[in-house]
């Protein structure tokens, strides 16, 4: 019996694209997509029946019993752990053992046909080769064998989240659908978050824009913050994003002829320049440098526009106040935006600077369809906050240390440095030039997500920190 990855390599296979196909609601688009012709196929359990695969996937042996003739008749090779689960469990025997009492097995491992890994949800290993993780479902199963193997491009059809079967599986609802205990199919999310951190393999939903596009309102002296937000954007996100300091583009705007126009900040009009950037097609999203995302920002990518051209985030107390233009998403193709057109805006006196920056009102139709909960100001509620916004200035965790939740920052930080994503040499260099507190360096080496304020270690340096909001020259 062959082990997967020395067949994998063998056969060339990682420079192919990959599409997963599981039995979500999308896999009715299976059928209808053209593009479905430019990919490899990997059926998760029962989707073989439904037609031709290079590989099926499966953890339990009760699937591959369930479609013995569809994987003999449909796939390629059949691909599952050395000790395969028995009805959702870790089982004892191996797969060679049961491949020696099934005939069906048997067959597909004469042929060379029947492939092996070792799964991580055993204690046992079998070989030396790679171990794949996996917490609840197959699907992280399969996206982190693949992302092992090299593949670097997948996508999905059927792996939805939620709780539903696409019509065509409608017969396994009441045997198969959540029958590991799981609340929802959200929860394999959480693998793919992991694998997609890890590997950077490129992965997304077939029917989805991929990858989401983040754009940050930033200057060279936020780049720490700035990388602790995309950390713990990364962190969390089911499928794969980029990220992009809006100060790095290198576009500039000329000074609006009247001083009341002109920019708070020196990304103030940064916003503007996204739907030329994304090359005026697709989504968008925008954020502040001064945020923390805890939730999947595939949630904030795929709100419906409802006839909008720009969603903004509604108030947290539902009263009167404006939208919060801090998290926006953007559709670009609408948005005819470009440095140009913001400033002959003001200059010709059909916008000023607060119908500007305050009501958007270069879009034409804007609506506060974002929920407060992905613009939380200063408030955190643990499993209910996906996005923390420090907006002030002052008491932001890198300019100071006793910011109230600041230690869900410096926890990120420091996450974002064991991961080898933030250096501490970056650090240490941010401190030199007097753009974070001095004392942030010392809780970096020393590993705290707090400093006492009874040691009185390290406030003397940040006695004499001068943050560098203070420079910001205003209007």
Request: net charge neutral; with cysteine; hydrophobic share 40%.
């Amino acid at each position: 019996m062959k082990h997967f990855f020395d067949w994998f390599a063998a056969e060339g296979l990682a420079q192919a694209h990959w599409l997963i196909l599981g039995k979500g609601p999308s896999f009715s688009q299976f059928r209808t997509r053209p593009d479905v012709a430019n990919y490899r196929l990997l059926s998760l359990n029962h989707v073989v029946r439904e037609g031709p695969v290079a590989i099926a996937h499966m953890i339990d042996i009760d699937v591959a019993f369930d479609c013995a003739d569809a994987i003999e008749a449909n796939a390629g090779v059949l691909v599952m752990p050395w000790y395969p689960h028995v009805k959702n469990l870790v089982g004892t025997k191996t797969l060679a053992q049961w491949t020696a009492e099934t005939p069906s097995l048997q067959r597909l491992a004469d042929a060379g046909r029947l492939l092996w890994y070792d799964l991580s949800t055993s204690k046992q290993r079998h070989g030396p080769g790679p171990l794949v993780r996996a917490a609840a479902f197959s699907s992280e199963a399969a996206l982190n064998l693949l992302a092992t193997a090299g593949v670097k491009v997948v996508r999905s059809l059927g792996i939805d989240g939620g709780t539903s079967y696409d019509g065509r599986f409608a017969d396994l609802k009441d045997t198969t659908r959540l029958n590991n205990g799981q609340p929802s199919y959200n929860v394999q999310f959480q693998g793919f978050a992991r694998t997609i951190m890890s590997t950077r393999i490129d992965y997304a939903p077939l029917d989805l824009q991929s990858p989401i596009r983040v754009y940050v309102g930033s200057e060279e002296a936020q780049m720490l913050s700035v990388k602790v937000l995309e950390h713990s954007i990364r962190r969390h996100a089911s499928m794969s994003v980029e990220v992009f300091p809006l100060h790095r583009a290198d576009i500039t705007f000329a000074q609006p002829k009247d001083p009341k126009n002109w920019p708070r900040t020196p990304f103030s009009f940064q916003r503007f320049t996204i739907p030329q950037l994304a090359g005026h097609q697709g989504r968008a999203i925008y954020l502040d440098s001064d945020m923390l995302v805890f939730r999947d920002i595939r949630e904030l990518w795929t709100l419906p526009f409802d006839g909008a051209d720009l969603l903004a985030a509604r108030s947290a107390d539902h009263t009167a106040r404006r939208p919060q233009f801090s998290v926006m998403l953007l559709d670009c193709e609408r948005l005819k935006w470009d440095p140009a057109s913001v400033v002959e805006s003001l200059d010709s006196g059909r916008l000023d600077y607060e119908r500007l920056m305050y009501d958007m009102a270069l879009a034409s139709q804007v609506r506060a369809g974002i929920d407060p909960e992905w613009n939380s100001l200063e408030h955190h509620e643990p499993g209910r906050t996906a996005l923390l916004h420090y907006t002030d200035m002052s008491t932001q965790p890198w300019v100071y240390a006793r910011n109230r939740h600041g230690r869900l920052w410096m926890r990120e930080l420091l996450s974002a440095v064991d991961d080898g994503f933030i250096s501490v040499d970056e650090i240490r260099d941010h401190v030199e030039r007097q753009w974070v507190r001095p004392s942030l360096l010392k809780q970096v080496l020393a590993h705290k997500e707090r400093l006492s304020p009874l040691s009185g270690w390290g406030w003397l340096d940040d006695r004499r920190f001068v943050a560098p909001y203070r420079n910001i020259k205003r209007a």
